[in-house]
């Protein structure tokens, strides 16, 4: 039985989506987090975000990873990363969460997975990039749904 949240319409967020054959086209990625971001606006009210993904790593690659960081502002110029916390001996440290997909078992493996997330603010920016590449970058497309507003 699920809580009955009110669920958006699915938006894109990296690539494209052909809205009568559904077809996805991915975006290639680069090695920095600013060559495929999105800023997503005007979700006041929703309380969590899932963001689904497809990814192809690229042509001969085995070491590729998939990146994905998450920052969140109420106007847009001041980003806060959302943090993972580790506890030790009853101190709590913080540090930069970025969601790492390195699930790769060969060049041109096409990896689909999904991030749900609570928001805490009107703006998300979203950034997807590639790490140990040699050659061939991969490429994703992704779209999100917000959920309870």
Known sequence: MG??????QPFVIIGSKNETTFALTQSTLTA?????????????GASKIDIRYSYTTG???TSNSLNIT??????GTNWFTIANETVSGGTSTLAARTFVNADNTGGGTNIKSSIG????????RVS???TGVV??????????????K
């Open 3 to 8: 809580l009955n949240y009110c669920i958006s």
């Open 32 to 44: 920095v987090a600013s060559g495929n971001q999105k800023v997503i606006d005007g979700f006041t």
């Open 59 to 61: 042509a001969a690659e």
């Open 70 to 75: 998450i920052e969140q502002s109420v106007d």
């Open 117 to 124: 997330l609570d928001v805490f603010y009107s703006k998300l």
């Open 128 to 130: 997807f990039f590639e």
């Open 135 to 148: 050659t061939n970058f991969g490429s994703v497309y992704a779209e999100g749904s917000f959920i309870g």
